[in-house]
């Protein structure tokens, strides 16, 4: 009985030792990753992400959003999904008349694109899956290799193409979307890298809820997203209790583990994050979690993480607030950022 306590009592002691060991790495942590830097990276590019489904969705013409956004603010590196349910909703017939508009307007401009494949891309309910092909996993997945092998054939001598993206955040649960299949993405890189082999490919991952390790080593660069002010049920608005060297700390990780040396942010928060659909709500709950000044402060941070391009995620909530509802106050700001930053 004694040596049963004995043993018992090193048991408690070694957990409670272990416990303490990490408390205090984790307050280490979390306190390196808060400490202060004081120089910005002023030589960041900063780009956009833009979605015509989006500001379809809220209700805006969305070419005019998209040449306002090329010829008021001025931006020149683009980040623009092909949404495979717009392209192919019926099976095997194909319109690619947006995308090429979309193309052929930043061209003229000589702007920048990343075009993004497969069946996740930008904007809610992320994973964009034909209606056709959604009630047969082995089906949906041919015909997505298809589908993705028929743009990167179609697109590789468009000169305005600067790097391909395939799937968005592939490996993070977020959205109407079947689980994350590392096979399926492999095949869908493989298929992209046959088709055009000039290029390098960008894959995406979360930047608060993951390690990028998964992520990194399957492109030739990595995009992180980057939100700083988010909604939870049940807490409300959260914001992350984490300054910029925790981006860098978690790149560092993927220089060693992932031997990726080429990061960007390829979504950095520019518009609210609320409960419900943001146009939806009052312009006072929405403007909680994104303002002018919030706007500037994202920015800030981003630059400060060093990384050399920044591809900001809201231009057509700036512009429904500016057309719709008589507040162009973002929509300005954002001309400012983005002067003399292409």
């Known amino acids: ?8 009592k090193i048991i408690f002691k070694t957990i409670g030792v272990a416990i303490i060991v990490l408390i205090a790495a984790t307050a280490i942590l979390f306190g390196y990753f808060n400490l202060p830097i004081e120089n910005n990276n002023d030589y960041s590019k900063l780009g956009i992400t833009f979605s015509s489904k989006y500001a379809s969705s809220i209700g805006l013409d969305w070419k005019a959003n998209y040449i306002a956004m090329l010829d008021d603010l001025q931006i020149r590196k683009i980040r623009i999904p ?14 690619f008349s947006d995308v090429d508009w979309q193309l052929d307007e930043a061209a003229k401009r000589n702007a920048e694109i990343i075009l993004a494949v497969g069946q996740k891309t930008p904007r809610w309910p992320e994973c964009n899956i034909p209606e056709w092909v959604r009630q047969n996993d ?18 590789k ?92 700390f978690k790149n560092l990780l993927i220089k060693i583990f992932a ?21 939806d709500n009052v312009l006072e709950e929405q403007f909680k979690s994104m303002n002018p000044e919030q706007l500037k402060s994202n920015v800030d941070y981003a630059e400060k993480v060093g990384f050399p391009e920044i591809y900001l ?30």
């Open 82 to 95: 092909v949404y495979w349910d717009l392209v192919e909703s019926n099976e095997g017939v194909y319109d």
């Open 157 to 248: 001598d468009t000169r305005v193409i600067k790097y391909w993206q395939v799937e968005n955040e592939p490996f993070l649960r977020f959205g109407i979307c079947p689980a994350p299949d590392a096979s399926l993405l492999d095949r869908e890189i493989a298929v992209v890298r046959a088709a055009d082999n000039a290029r390098d490919i960008i894959v995406t991952d979360s930047g608060e809820l993951s390690l990028w390790v998964q992520a990194a080593k399957r492109g030739d660069i990595f995009g992180t997203t980057m939100y700083r002010t988010i909604w939870k049920k049940g807490i409300g608005y959260f914001e992350y209790p984490i300054g910029p060297r925790f981006f860098q």
């Open 313 to 342: 995620w809201g231009v057509e909530w700036w512009y429904w607030l500016k057309e719709t509802q008589g507040h162009p106050e973002l929509w300005d700001t954002a001309r400012e950022i983005y002067k003399d930053r292409q």
């Open 259 to 279: 031997q990726q040396a080429n990061a960007i942010v390829i979504e950095l928060q520019a518009e609210p994050w609320i409960s419900g659909s943001t146009t």
């Open 138 to 155: 082995s089906i949906r997945k041919d015909r997505l290799l298809k589908f993705v092998d028929i743009v990167a054939k179609r697109y």
């Open 1 to 8: 009985m004694k040596i049963l306590k004995s043993i018992l």
